[in-house]
Nanobody, 120 residues
Framework: QVQLVESGGGLVQPGGSLRLSCAAS????????MAWYRQGPGKQRELVAA???????NYAGSVKGRFTISRDNAKNTGYLQMNSLKPEDTAVYYC??????????????WGQGTQVTVSS
Protein backbone atom coordinates (compact mmCIF):
# COMPACT_ATOMS: atom_id res chain seq x y z
CA GLN A 1 0.00 0.00 0.00
CA VAL A 2 1.39 3.35 -1.04
CA GLN A 3 1.53 6.24 1.39
CA LEU A 4 2.74 9.82 1.10
CA VAL A 5 4.02 11.40 4.29
CA GLU A 6 4.78 15.11 4.49
CA SER A 7 7.06 16.76 7.00
CA GLY A 8 8.77 20.09 7.58
CA GLY A 9 5.87 22.40 8.28
CA GLY A 10 5.76 24.78 11.20
CA LEU A 11 5.68 28.39 12.35
CA VAL A 12 8.04 30.85 10.70
CA GLN A 13 8.38 34.61 10.67
CA PRO A 14 7.77 36.61 7.50
CA GLY A 15 10.84 36.50 5.31
CA GLY A 16 11.86 33.13 6.69
CA SER A 17 12.30 29.76 5.02
CA LEU A 18 11.00 26.22 5.35
CA ARG A 19 11.61 23.03 3.44
CA LEU A 20 8.79 20.55 3.09
CA SER A 21 9.43 16.90 2.33
CA CYS A 22 7.11 14.27 0.88
CA ALA A 23 8.24 10.67 1.23
CA ALA A 24 6.48 7.94 -0.72
CA SER A 25 6.53 4.47 0.79
CA UNK A 26 5.23 1.08 -0.23
CA UNK A 27 5.79 -1.15 -3.24
CA UNK A 28 6.32 1.40 -5.98
CA UNK A 29 7.07 0.82 -9.64
CA UNK A 30 7.25 4.40 -10.82
CA UNK A 31 6.51 7.89 -9.58
CA UNK A 32 5.41 10.15 -12.38
CA UNK A 33 4.45 13.73 -11.58
CA MET A 34 4.71 15.16 -8.09
CA ALA A 35 3.09 18.34 -6.89
CA TRP A 36 2.39 20.50 -3.89
CA TYR A 37 -0.99 22.05 -3.23
CA ARG A 38 -2.12 24.30 -0.41
CA GLN A 39 -5.37 25.32 1.19
CA GLY A 40 -5.48 28.52 3.20
CA PRO A 41 -8.18 29.46 5.72
CA GLY A 42 -11.46 29.95 3.90
CA LYS A 43 -9.86 29.28 0.53
CA GLN A 44 -9.99 26.54 -2.06
CA ARG A 45 -7.11 24.16 -2.54
CA GLU A 46 -4.67 25.51 -5.12
CA LEU A 47 -1.68 24.19 -7.00
CA VAL A 48 1.59 25.63 -5.73
CA ALA A 49 4.21 23.78 -7.75
CA ALA A 50 4.59 20.66 -9.84
CA UNK A 51 7.44 18.60 -11.26
CA UNK A 52 7.31 15.93 -13.94
CA UNK A 53 9.20 12.67 -13.93
CA UNK A 54 11.71 14.29 -16.23
CA UNK A 55 12.23 17.26 -13.94
CA UNK A 56 10.19 19.93 -15.70
CA UNK A 57 8.75 22.33 -13.15
CA ASN A 58 5.75 24.63 -13.00
CA TYR A 59 4.83 27.22 -10.37
CA ALA A 60 1.89 29.32 -9.34
CA GLY A 61 2.53 32.96 -10.08
CA SER A 62 2.28 33.88 -6.41
CA VAL A 63 5.27 31.71 -5.46
CA LYS A 64 7.45 31.93 -8.56
CA GLY A 65 10.95 33.03 -7.64
CA ARG A 66 10.44 32.19 -3.97
CA PHE A 67 9.61 28.47 -3.94
CA THR A 68 11.54 25.62 -5.54
CA ILE A 69 10.18 22.13 -6.13
CA SER A 70 12.56 19.21 -6.52
CA ARG A 71 12.65 15.45 -6.21
CA ASP A 72 15.07 12.67 -5.36
CA ASN A 73 13.98 9.67 -7.39
CA ALA A 74 16.36 7.33 -5.57
CA LYS A 75 14.64 8.18 -2.29
CA ASN A 76 11.08 8.43 -3.68
CA THR A 77 10.92 11.85 -2.05
CA GLY A 78 9.82 15.25 -3.18
CA TYR A 79 10.69 18.61 -1.68
CA LEU A 80 9.38 22.14 -1.61
CA GLN A 81 11.90 24.78 -0.59
CA MET A 82 10.04 27.91 0.48
CA ASN A 83 11.96 31.18 0.86
CA SER A 84 10.88 34.75 1.56
CA LEU A 85 7.71 33.48 3.15
CA LYS A 86 4.75 35.83 3.49
CA PRO A 87 1.72 35.71 5.81
CA GLU A 88 -0.43 34.87 2.78
CA ASP A 89 1.54 31.64 2.36
CA THR A 90 -0.10 30.37 5.54
CA ALA A 91 -1.96 27.18 4.65
CA VAL A 92 -2.06 23.44 4.95
CA TYR A 93 0.30 22.10 2.30
CA TYR A 94 -0.49 18.79 0.63
CA CYS A 95 1.77 16.54 -1.38
CA UNK A 96 0.36 14.83 -4.47
CA UNK A 97 1.95 12.17 -6.63
CA UNK A 98 0.96 9.93 -9.51
CA UNK A 99 2.34 6.51 -8.69
CA UNK A 100 2.28 3.12 -10.36
CA UNK A 101 2.65 -0.13 -8.45
CA UNK A 102 3.20 -3.71 -9.66
CA UNK A 103 -0.52 -4.33 -9.17
CA UNK A 104 -1.98 -1.17 -10.65
CA UNK A 105 -1.39 1.48 -13.24
CA UNK A 106 -0.84 5.13 -12.35
CA UNK A 107 -2.99 6.39 -9.50
CA UNK A 108 -3.30 9.73 -7.74
CA UNK A 109 -2.10 9.73 -4.12
CA TRP A 110 -2.33 12.48 -1.48
CA GLY A 111 -0.51 13.11 1.76
CA GLN A 112 -2.22 14.06 4.99
CA GLY A 113 -1.09 17.67 4.86
CA THR A 114 1.33 19.75 6.91
CA GLN A 115 0.57 23.15 8.42
CA VAL A 116 2.68 26.14 7.47
CA THR A 117 2.06 29.32 9.44
CA VAL A 118 3.84 32.56 8.59
CA SER A 119 3.44 35.09 11.37
CA SER A 120 5.44 37.47 13.48
Amino acid sequence: QVQLVESGGGLVQPGGSLRLSCAASGTISSIYGMAWYRQGPGKQRELVAAITGGGTTNYAGSVKGRFTISRDNAKNTGYLQMNSLKPEDTAVYYCNAVIATPKSSAYDYWGQGTQVTVSS
